[in-house]
């Protein structure tokens, strides 16, 4: 099979397309035809060697895909072949086909679009359990999500809205942007990129600060966020976005009673009783016309290093996706 590996870690162009053994499913395991992989930060992370735990290598990124069952193991009983499907894989996901665990794809309904389903899982369970896992989202309270026109950022403002949040404010690097996050509930829109942005994120709050913060940049952005929480604040990591890795006191927080939490997402996975019902609830709020996608570019398998390129230079929109099979 065709599959998008690197050898060594670097830029972008260290993704090549190579031939692999197509994988065998085991017992508890199906093999999927993929037809779409979603792009994440993550993947790039990976592809540079500064993953939260350590990339091995070669390795073929991609978690998030949606495909065809077209082999199960024996002792599989939950999914047939033929099942459209989408899943979170651990690595394999930019290639013609991989295997998952059984108990873990989730089979899909009626005629939802495979680009549509690959667009949730990853980034919807981030954005749910960064809110309400970690962040302890109360009904009323204010949200501050940066990036809030990219892929967590997009879910995060409407899921934050669906969860009660009294007030929503966004952040985003252009006028468009922020227009599209107008448009999906926030209540407030400022540019961070504008020098002092966190006295207006204060300005929206009276002076009070966000109850919770949703932060991926690092670097100077996280030291500016500190500064817009409010007491009992909480400060979500899940990224670092920038590669800046930022410096705190943490005795700082000590006086407001503020909190700095890390959130990584397959320590989620590894709970079912947080997983299952959280993913039950996304499909739900799509199915119900509550969530709304945003698929802002497709673009073929081939094109995987440009793709990253354009991810990390901040000129995509929404989700982005690889199309596998067409």
Known sequence: MKAI??????????????ELDRPKPGSHEVLIEIHVVGVNYADTAR????????????????????G?????????????????????????????????????????????????????????????????????????????????????????????????????????STEEKLELARSLGADVCINYTKEGWYKDVLEATNGRGVNVALEMAGGNVFKDTLKCLATFGRLVIYGVASGEQAVMHPSSLMARNQSVIGFFLPQIMKKP???????????????????????GEVHPIEEAAKVHELLQSRKTIGKVLLQVRR
């Open 5 to 18: 590996q690197f050898t060594e870690y670097g830029g972008p162009e260290v993704l090549k397309m190579v």
């Open 47 to 66: 592809r540079e060697g500064q993953y939260v735990v350590p990339t091995k290598l070669p390795f073929v990124p991609g978690a998030e895909v949606a």
């Open 68 to 172: 065809i069952v077209v082999e199960t193991g024996s002792e599989v009983t939950n999914v047939n072949i033929g099942a459209r499907v989408v899943t979170l894989i651990e690595s394999g996901g930019y290639a013609e086909y991989a295997v998952a665990d059984a108990r873990s794809v989730i089979l899909l309904k009626g005629e939802l679009d495979l680009k549509e389903a690959v667009s949730l899982p990853l980034q919807g369970l981030s954005a749910y359990h960064i809110l309400k896992t970690m962040g302890q989202l109360q009904e009323d309270e204010t949200v501050l999500v940066h990036a809030a026109a990219g892929g967590v950022g997009t879910l995060a403002v409407q899921l934050a809205k669906l969860m009660g949040a009294g007030k929503v404010i966004a952040t985003a």
């Open 273 to 295: 009783e947080l997983l299952l019902p959280s993913m039950r609830d996304l499909f739900s709020f799509l199915e119900e016309g509550k969530l709304k996608l945003i698929i």
